[in-house]
Each structure stands twice: as structure tokens, then as C-alpha cells.
């Protein structure tokens, strides 16, 4: 494909060469190691799925006979209605209480100059750059004293941790993206501050909004360290519940403790249809600006 | 004509209209209340816990002297203090795999092709799963009577079933398949965050296809790796469920989010508790700090002739 | 052109007193004075980074100034915050309202002054039919061309009739066909509804067709200000003339004085200039010609200020014209612009008369593109 116009042949050459032995195996490679990934990752949730459909399943390829009676062991064992409420009203709360926080804050910080807002954006970054045990710890023992770990109240002020800093990193940019001269032009059109707010950045604002809005669901559904830490028996959330039910196991019969699995998996396998509808596939890692790096 | 009679106040020399001015000049004016939820919220709930666990941890335990007596206490205890290598010796290769072989992938995918989205979302799910659920498919999967063993049986490249659950290869496992497609999504949007004319002018000027990853390609994705690698290791070192879940969370698997779980909520020594989780905070913000000093030697040395 | 629409309210005049504006050390606009009289087309002309910009700014109050104060009549404004100045501006890159339809951006300022919805109606239909975007009225900003975009924009900001209208390069992002069209219409309604302007550009043909007045800025400082024609005949400093055209700008010395008539030495030619500022013998100066005030003569002419023989080097075609480098026995090459039919390699004499060369002092203002005295072969032969 090259018609570069090159004086010494030799480099043309190697270009040619490596060009002709890398490129196959790199796709052998890139389609081998997928094919692992993709095996690895159908593998590990068939197992769960097969076995919570299974009557009993013992040291063969398949159970022997199918039964669906699990779940409805399962809802009722783990009393899962609790459960999946729980889980609806702390992710609830987080998403509208860290929206609301995050999305002005994100708003200063893509605007405005001032003195400490490089002290501010690194405390913004650090909830997401330090491990959740190493503060939810020190977090979980602090609610503890005020009363305020070991139910609801706990579990979304944990949870708001990183969410937060989380709403903050994916809506700065999202602000910065828009033209400040809007709100000059608004301000020239007479419109105060409130009116700016509510007429041209909140209409402007929920596409990120609604991104920011979906990440923060996925991660507070599967968040377990902060919620492990601050619940108690009826403020667990199902990743919670699920974690713990395992570690009772010999109690429960393993197919139920799948079963439970399942319909946890599935509960995010719809929010995540719902969320790449509104986001792309990268953006539920991490809208990570570079970090501030001085 | 008065419907738009705009007032104009007078303010010949109103002192605290001067004072606002010069404030908003430096950037401080009303807008900023915008921040003070923000602001109290991380100082309510992050800040002051986190110097509450701070001052946990320097308040020695019953019958103990020494504001760092519980931090002695970790280092002489060897079967606490070995927690850090024990969670390093898992998440520095688990990070660097994940990060390392994220690379020919995502440089490969770095451009639009049909398809490229479906296979973003698989690799999300994993992501979406989350921890827990991994380590139970895994230990369904990997067990001695798992698939995974069946077939390599199966196809004769093993005889006995491999030990890969309750063991150092079920965690790394674990951390492969949670890790690996976060690191993968992340150096995915930096490769596709280059700017492919760059490549394609310097393979005008004779590059090879090898060449052009080395010289033009690697050094422009360099800062997107030590980001990518310090998010992951972030990931991988607070390790928790999964060791619990595949290791073997009293003997080699004792990493250091058991130890200080074990310490808060089983022995209830929250001082203890702290102290391990503030060195835990400290060794990863350490390795963090090493790789990005590493970065920038790398930085500017590939991109040469600037001067230190 | 339709002249329903009332005139804009008016106020007698806007004065401008020592405005200046700083960004910590740097200063961004330094001691601008200036009184705008209603209905006024006044043009703010500079390079970029001159401070016109922010001069626009300060008086839209977008941006706090840092010295001086500024007047409406005997009000003083500048510490008025800008929605309540009730000035109209339309922005470089249009700024409108994406997610508003047309009408909806129109009549956005008249709803934040709570008129009446009825007059509402009225007007912003009376400013769409203003600008020709009747059949656009419903649409986005987003599916309209840039030109419409730019009308849009403007009739955003004339359906206030504010008292003054501010305009920030609104022409600078449109192709060069369109922008002579929205130049006359701009012209046309200032001319229809006696606004109040006050023009940003860094176009100096665009600040001369459209101005009654220009302030030149360069580094933040005023330079000139003046009508079109004299900043035009008559540049204060070799920067101005450099803006306005003088393509023509050689350092000399000064060899003798007479009044106003100054004999310059341009690196051995002599040559006769009328001094734009105070001169003794021996000052260094610069001396500017326009391209189309050197005239190519006949072998036996004669001239009051400069005659002298070179040879054709670059010819450039422009319709009627030609614009062609010259370079002259002294190494030095001029731009000239003339009607003969002009080749490379050919000896010809140009001259221009006294009056039409102005010896500037040297302010260092004006750094010209080292000459790099290509022969004429090689310039023929196609060679950078």
C-alpha cells in the first residue's frame, strides 16, 4: 500500500517484511485471545446459569434433569422482595443525591478559575484513586458511631462516596464541551444567573446528565465493599445478600444461592441494554480525565 | 417602549460593587455556592472519616503504648505484614497482564470496524457482573469437576484436574476477567484518541508498520497506560471478595482487605482495623506515585532532545 | 427594505473614559477613551491579541474592568452586570440557543423583559421577516446554514432595539461570498433602524466599508481613531499604515528637512516624502507607499517624490489588475499593483508622488519578512 518514495531500499524492505509476518499472527493472537476471554467469561456464567436450573449436578458435564423450582426457593429463602427494594431505593437515592451535588460542582469546576481548585479537583479524585476498604473502614466505623451505618441511611452515604467524584469526572468535561458564549449570549439577552441555569444549561445538561445518571446505577448495583461494610440485615443490597448467602453455604442448597445469581445477573444484563442505549461501552470504565499530574 | 425599559442603576462609587468586582476578577463570586454541597460532602464523608481513621489507628490498643503501636503491631506480625506481599504478589501481575495484553488489542481495534461494538459490550458484562458473581461462575467453572477441567481432560492435555479454585490461580483468574476489560475499554479510547493522520505521515516518511508503533504510536499512549495502570491496579489491589471467594483467605490469599476486615468486624479492633486499612492507602498511593514518576522519565526520554 | 420596526431607544451619547483591563501583569486593553454618539457605526479594528475583543467585552460587561469607567449619558454603567445593561450583542461563533427553535432564540430577550406575549409575537416576527428567515422560523439552529445562523443572531440581538449593539467578528466564520453579502445587509440595517454599533474586526476592508468611525488597536493601545478616509490617506504611525494597506514599508534615514517635505535616503535612493510626524536629519523612518500608488511610467517621467528602474520579479494575476514584485537597484523590492500587463524579467520605472509617500517614525512597529533576494530566474523556474 505504501508508495513511499524512500532512498534507502532496506527500510522499505523491513516495512514489507514485518508488515508480512506480523500482521497475520497479530490477528491469530488478538482472535485467540478473545476466543479465551469469551470462553472463560460464557463458561463462568453458564455454570452459574445451568447449575441454578439443575436438580442435582455432580461431577458430570450437565445436571441430571432441569428443574426451575430454585427460584422460588430463592425468593422466598432470601427473601429477595426485600432485598430487590432495598437495592431500588439505595440506588435510587444515590443517583438523585450525587446528581445533584455533582452536576453544579461540575459545572464551577469547567467555568471557574479560583484560588484551591487544584486542591479541590485532587480531593474530588481521590474517593476513586484510594481502594473502597482502605476508607470505607474508617468510613463504616464513623457512621457507626452517629448511628447512622447499619441500615438505608449507611448504605447511600457510602455509596455517595464515589459517586460523586464520579458525577464530577464525567460531567466536567461534558460542561467544557459547551460554548461559554451561550451563556454570555443569554446573559446579553438579559437572563440572570437562575434563568441561565434553568433555561439554557439544565436542557443542554441531560445527555450527561443521563450518562453520569447511568454509570452511577451500574456502579451502586454492583458496588459491594462500601455496602458490605455499612449494611445491616435489612439494608443489604442483592450483590450483598448474595455474597453472604454464599458464605452460608451448606445451610442453603447451592442451586438456590445461583438461582438468587441469576436473577441478579439479569437485573444488571437489563440495566446494562438500558444504559448502552444512552452510553458507549468505554464510558462505563471510566470517564477519567488525566489525572492531575501537577 | 417601556416593556423594555432596562433599570440602570446609578453607582458612581459604590465601594462593595468595587469589592465584588475585584473578587469576581479572581474568580470568586456567587457561582462558586455552587460547590459547597460538593465541598461538604467530600470533607463529611471522606475527609474527616478518613483523618478519623487516621486518628483510630495512631490510639493505641488496650494494654499498648506508643502512638504507633498498632502500626509496630502490623510490622512485627508477620502473618499481618506479609498481607502486602501477598496482595502485591497477586495485583502487580494481574495489572500488568491486564494493561500489557490490552495493548495489541486495542491498537488493533483503535480504528472503526463493523462489529467493534458488540464486542465492547461483551467485554463490558463482566464489568457489570461485578466481583462477586465472577468468583461464583469461577468456582463453579474452574472447580475439579468444572468444565474447564472436563475438557482439558477431555482433549488429553491434562490427566488430573488442575488445582485452579481455593489458590493463588482462581484469584489471578478473577482479576484477569474483571480486570482485563476495564483495562482493555480504557487504552481503547486513548489509541482511539490519536490522531491516525500522525501514523499515517510518519509511514510517509518511511516508518514501518513496527516502527511507527514504537516512535509515534507507544510514546503518545504512554500517559493512557500509567492512567490505565494505576486505575487497575486500584482495582486489583483491593482485592476482597474474590480472595475470600477463590483463595484461600487464611493462608496465601490472606491479603490486606481480609486483614483489616478481620480486624474491624471479626476481633472489632477498629484502631488495628484502621491502621491496616491507612497502610493499605499508603502502598497503593505509593505504587501509583512510582508509576507515574516512571512515565514521565519514559515520557521524555522517547520524545528526546528537550532536556530533562 | 421593510422599516416597520421602530427605531432603537435612544440615549445621547456613551462614553468610554480610560477603560483599560488587565489580566494580572498582562495588560490586555491600556487607557481606551472614546464617546460613541447615538447611531454611530463605530469599527474596533487590530491583529489579533490587539484588545479589541476585550475592549467589546468590557463594554458589554462580560468582563470587569480593570481601570476607568464607562458612561451611558450621565449614568455610569461599567459596574452594571450585563443582562441588566440592556445592550444587544451578537457573537463570533453565533452562540445561539441549540436546543431553541429560531423564534424561540428571537424572542428569548423580550421574554426575559416580560413583554407582553402578543408583542412578543409581533416583534420577533417583524425581525425574522427583518433578516429573510420567514421559512426557517420554526427550525433549529442546527439546520440552518452558517449565514442563516449569523441572521438569526442578529435578529436576536436588533429585537431588543437594544440602545447599542455589539458585534464580535460576527462575519469572521463565513465564507468570503457570503460575508460581502451580510457586510451590505449588516450596513442596511444599521442605515434602517439608526443602531447604535460598535463593530469588532480584524478585516480592515470589512471596518473601512462598514465604519463611520475606527479605533486601531495594537497591543492593547489605541493607535488611531478616525473616519474611514483619514485613517485611510492618513495613517498616524507606520503600524496603522500597515493595516490599512501600505504594503509598501522601507526603513530609510532622513537627509533633510523642509517642512513638512522630508528627503529620505532608502538604503542609497533618494527619495522626496511628506513627514507624518516630527523629524530632525539623520532620524531613522519608515516610508510607506500603497501598491496602487506606485504607478509604472514611461521611460522620459518624471516625479515630485519617487522615481526609480527595477525589474519585474513575481507577477500575481487579480482580474483587472496585477500585483507584482519589483526589485529595485538597491536589492530592496516594492509591491506594486497596476492595469499594465506586467511579466517576469521585465525592466520597468515606477513612481509615486510626494504626497502619496509618508515617512512614519520608526516605532519598531513594523517588521517586514527578511528580503531573500531570489534572483529572477529562479523565481521563473518556479522556485519558492
Known amino acids: 500500500m505504501s508508495t513511499v518514495s524512500v532512498s534507502d531500499p532496506m527500510v522499505e524492505n523491513v516495512g514489507r517484511r514485518t508488515r508480512r509476518i506480523v500482521a497475520s499472527p497479530t490477528q491469530w493472537v488478538v482472535w485467540g485471545g478473545v476466543t479465551a476471554f469469551m470462553i472463560f467469561l460464557i463458561g463462568t456464567v ?95 466505623t464513623a457512621l457507626y458511631r452517629f448511628g447512622l451505618a447499619g441500615n438505608m ?40 444567573t437562575g434563568v441561565i441555569f434553568r433555561r439554557i444549561l439544565m436542557p443542554l445538561l441531560v445527555p450527561g446528565m443521563l450518562a453520569a445518571g447511568i454509570l452511577v446505577l451500574v456502579r451502586t448495583v454492583g458496588m459491594f465493599e462500601l455496602t458490605f461494610l455499612t449494611s445491616g440485615n435489612s439494608s443489604q443490597t442483592i450483590v450483598v445478600a448474595l455474597f453472604n448467602s454464599m458464605n452460608a453455604a451448606g445451610i442453603r442448597a447451592q442451586q438456590s444461592v445461583d438461582a438468587m445469581a441469576v436473577m441478579y445477573m439479569l437485573m444488571m444484563l437489563i440495566i446494562l441494554l438500558v444504559a448502552l442505549r444512552f452510553v458507549n461501552p468505554t464510558q462505563l470504565v471510566a470517564r477519567v480525565k488525566e489525572a492531575p499530574q501537577d | 417602549m417601556s416593556a423594555e425599559a432596562v433599570p440602570v442603576s446609578a453607582v458612581p462609587a459604590d465601594p462593595r460593587g468595587a469589592w465584588r468586582h475585584r473578587m469576581a476578577d479572581r474568580g470568586i463570586d456567587r457561582t462558586l455556592w455552587l460547590l459547597l454541597p460538593a465541598v461538604i460532602f467530600v ?20 494494654g499498648e503504648t506508643g502512638i504507633f503501636s498498632n502500626y509496630a503491631k502490623f510490622f512485627a506480625d508477620s502473618y499481618y505484614s506479609s498481607t502486602i506481599w501477598l496482595t502485591l504478589r497477586l495485583a502487580i501481575p494481574a495489572t500488568l497482564f491486564n494493561t500489557l495484553a490490552s495493548v495489541p488489542f486495542a491498537y488493533w481495534m483503535r480504528g472503526r470496524f463493523p462489529g467493534k461494538r458488540a464486542v465492547t459490550t461483551m467485554l463490558v458484562v463482566p464489568i457489570t457482573l461485578g466481583t462477586v458473581l465472577t468468583a461464583e461462575g469461577l468456582l463453579n467453572f474452574l472447580g475439579n469437576a468444572g468444565w474447564l477441567n472436563r475438557f482439558l481432560m477431555l482433549i488429553h492435555v491434562i490427566d488430573a484436574p488442575l488445582k485452579l479454585t481455593y489458590n493463588y490461580w482462581g484469584v489471578f483468574l478473577s482479576l484477569v476477567l474483571s480486570g482485563f476489560p476495564f483495562a482493555f475499554l480504557l487504552i481503547l479510547s486513548y489509541t482511539s484518541g490519536i490522531d491516525p493522520t500522525l501514523e499515517r505521515a510518519a509511514s510517509t516518511l518511511g516508518a514501518s508498520a513496527w516502527q511507527r508503533f514504537m516512535r509515534v504510536t507507544l510514546p503518545l499512549l504512554a500517559p493512557g497506560l500509567a492512567t490505565t495502570f494505576s486505575l487497575a491496579f486500584v482495582m486489583a489491589f483491593s482485592v476482597f471478595p474474590s480472595a475470600l471467594m477463590l483463595g484461600n483467605p487464611q493462608g496465601e490469599e490472606h491479603v490486606i482487605a481480609i486483614a483489616a476486615y478481620e480486624q474491624a468486624y471479626t476481633y472489632y479492633n477498629y484502631n488495628y482495623a484502621s491502621a491496616i ?32 | 427594505m421593510t422599516n ?8 445621547g451619547e456613551l462614553r468610554l473614559d480610560g477603560v483599560g483591563r488587565s489580566f494580572g501583569e498582562a495588560n490586555a486593553l491600556t487607557d481606551l477613551s472614546l464617546t460613541i454618539q447615538q447611531g454611530e457605526f463605530i469599527a474596533l479594528l487590530g491583529p489579533s491579541g490587539c484588545g479589541k475583543s476585550t475592549a467589546l467585552n468590557c463594554l458589554a460587561g462580560l468582563l470587569p474592568l480593570t481601570h476607568g469607567s464607562i458612561w451611558q449619558d450621565d449614568k455610569r454603567i461599567d459596574m452594571t452586570r450585563p443582562e441588566r445593561r440592556g445592550f444587544g450583542m451578537v457573537f463570533q461563533n453565533y452562540a445561539l440557543f441549540p436546543h431553541m427553535s429560531v423564534r424561540k432564540n428571537v424572542a428569548f430577550g423580550l421574554e426575559m423583559r416580560k413583554t407582553p406575549s402578543a408583542e412578543i409575537k409581533e416583534r420577533v416576527a417583524e425581525a425574522i421577516e427583518l433578516v429573510h428567515l420567514e421559512d426557517q422560523a420554526a427550525k433549529l439552529p442546527g439546520q440552518l446554514s452558517g449565514g442563516q445562523q449569523q441572521r438569526v443572531a442578529i435578529a436576536r440581538a436588533v429585537v431588543l432595539r437594544p ?59 489605541v493607535q488611531q481613531i478616525g473616519t474611514p478616509r483619514e485613517l485611510y490617506s492618513r495613517p498616524a504611525n507606520a503600524f496603522v499604515a500597515d493595516f490599512m494597506g501600505y504594503r509598501n514599508l522601507l526603513k530609510s534615514t532622513i537627509s533633510a528637512v523642509d517642512g513638512t517635505r522630508v528627503v529620505v535616503d532608502v538604503s542609497g535612493l533618494s527619495v522626496n516624502a511628506t513627514a507624518m510626524s516630527g523629524f530632525s536629519v539623520g532620524d531613522a523612518c519608515i516610508v510607506g507607499v500603497r501598491p496602487d500608488d506606485l504607478k509604472v511610467v514611461g521611460p522620459g517621467a518624471t516625479s515630485d517624490g519617487l522615481i526609480v528602474d527595477g525589474t519585474v520579479e513575481v507577477v500575481e494575476y ?3 489588475e496585477i500585483v507584482s514584485e519589483v526589485r529595485l537597484p538597491n536589492r530592496l523590492t516594492v509591491t506594486v499593483r497596476t492595469e499594465e500587463d506586467l511579466h517576469p524579467g521585465m525592466r520597468i520605472r515606477v513612481a509615486a508622488e510626494a504626497g502619496r509617500t509618508l515617512a512614519f517614525a520608526d516605532d519598531n512597529t513594523v517588521t517586514r519578512v527578511p528580503d531573500l533576494g531570489v534572483s529572477p530566474e529562479a523565481v521563473a523556474a518556479g522556485a519558492p
Open chain 3, 4 to 11: 416597520t420596526v421602530t427605531p432603537a431607544k435612544q440615549f
Open chain 2, 277 to 308: 486499612a491507612m497502610v493499605m492507602g499508603a502502598v497503593e498511593l505509593l505504587v501509583i506515585a512510582a508509576v507515574q514518576l516512571l512515565r514521565r522519565t519514559f515520557y521524555i526520554g522517547t520524545t528526546g532532545g528537550k532536556g530533562a
Open chain 1, 46 to 140: 453458564g455454570s452459574v446459569l445451568v447449575n441454578s436450573l439443575g436438580r442435582t449436578w455432580f461431577d458430570a458435564w450437565w445436571p441430571q434433569g432441569f428443574t426451575t423450582q430454585w427460584y422460588g426457593q430463592a425468593w422466598t429463602q432470601f427473601d429477595l422482595s426485600q432485598v430487590f427494594l432495598v437495592t431500588l431505593e439505595v440506588t435510587g437515592a444515590v443517583l438523585l443525591i450525587s446528581l445533584l451535588i455533582g452536576v453544579p460542582a461540575s459545572y464551577v469546576l469547567a467555568r471557574k478559575n479560583f484560588p484551591g481548585k487544584g486542591l479541590l479537583n485532587l480531593l474530588f479524585l481521590m474517593p476513586i484513586m484510594v481502594p473502597p476498604i482502605t476508607y470505607g473502614i474508617p468510613l463504616a
Open chain 3, 318 to 320: 487579480q482580474g483587472r
Open chain 3, 163 to 221: 440602545p447599542l449593539v455589539l458585534m464580535d467578528e460576527p462575519l469572521s466564520n463565513l465564507d468570503a461570498k457570503l460575508r460581502l453579502e451580510m457586510r451590505t445587509q449588516i450596513r442596511r440595517l444599521h442605515q434602517a433602524l439608526n443602531l447604535t454599533t460598535v463593530y469588532v474586526t480584524h478585516d480592515q476592508e470589512e471596518a473601512l466599508s462598514l465604519a463611520d468611525r475606527l479605533v486601531v488597536l495594537r497591543l492593547g493601545r
Open chain 2, 43 to 62: 470533607v463529611a464523608l471522606f475527609v474527616y472519616p478518613f483523618l478519623y481513621g487516621l486518628s483510630l489507628s495512631l490510639t493505641p490498643g488496650t
Open chain 1, 153 to 192: 441511611s449507611g448504605v447511600i452515604l457510602a455509596n455517595l462516596v464515589p459517586s460523586v467524584p464520579f458525577v464530577i469526572m464525567t460531567m466536567t468535561p461534558f460542561v467544557e464541551q459547551l460554548d461559554p458564549s451561550l451563556e454570555n449570549s443569554a446573559r446579553m439577552c438579559g437572563a440572570g
